[in-house]
């Protein structure tokens, strides 16, 4: 069974950092691109980052470009965010996902508050 | 960067109705590119189509997509009591990141 589970969301203070961990089961995680959703309370979804299956490309959007970055350790079955320069229109659940493109398989979501 | 435009913001219809789910995009995509979602509050999105028409596994046959270069459709065919969520279109041509549209609400009238 395919599983992604999130971890690592909290509160912070705006301009702080937070790192986000996504740990994958079920699957051969070093054949997967993987991706990183989020989604504001009461908002719609945001295609955050991307990272090829062997880590050696990423995307990002330009609202988290310069200050995210995204990483994977296949030895370790496990997709990461770093989050820097934090701000309140970051506040969000962060979900990962299978796949660079669409997925059928998504984390259960973890929340990053962002407040003083 | 390609946009998606999501209408109507919100539907009002009542079970065993049809819902037409509309979704545009600001350039043509370049292949099948375009998938749609289902999301219930609390919940992680639920992929329902790939592909503008593929049906993923475990989706009802009354869900159906279609459509082409930048028009796009996502159909319930009859409505059920559990349809009633937000959908999300999603498209992944060419290279990351992909847009989702700001998505349709289908409520119960």
């Known amino acids: 069974e395919v599983q992604l589970v999130e971890s690592g969301g909290g509160l912070v203070q705006p301009g702080g950092s937070l790192r986000l961990s996504c740990a994958a089961s079920g699957f051969t995680f070093n054949t997967y691109a993987m991706h990183w959703v989020r989604q504001a309370p009461g908002k719609g979804l945001e295609y955050v980052s991307a990272i090829s299956s062997n880590g050696v490309s990423t995307y990002y959007a330009n609202s988290v470009k310069g200050r995210f970055t995204i990483s994977r350790d296949n030895s370790n079955n496990t997709l990461y965010l770093q989050m820097g320069s934090l701000r309140a229109d970051d506040m969000a659940v962060y979900y990962c996902?299978?796949?660079?493109?669409?997925?059928?398989?998504w984390g259960q979501g973890t929340l990053v508050t962002v407040s003083s | 960067e390609i946009v998606l435009a999501q209408s109507p913001g919100t539907l009002s219809l009542s079970p065993a109705e049809r819902a037409t789910l509309s979704c545009t995009a600001s350039?043509?995509?370049?292949?099948?590119?375009l998938a749609w979602y289902q999301q219930k509050p609390g919940q992680a999105p639920r992929l329902l189509i790939y592909?503008?028409?593929s049906r993923a596994t475990g989706t009802p046959d009354r869900f159906s997509g279609s459509g082409s270069g930048t028009d796009f459709t996502l159909t319930i065919s009859r409505l059920e009591p559990e349809d009633f969520a937000m959908y999300y279109c999603?498209?992944?041509?060419?290279?990351?990141?992909?847009?989702f549209g700001q998505g349709t609400k289908l409520e119960i009238k």
């Open positions: 999603q498209q992944y041509d060419s290279s990351p990141p992909y847009s």
């Open positions: 996902a299978r796949r660079a493109s669409y997925s059928k398989y």
């Open positions: 592909g503008v028409s």
């Open positions: 350039q043509s995509l370049s292949s099948s590119t």
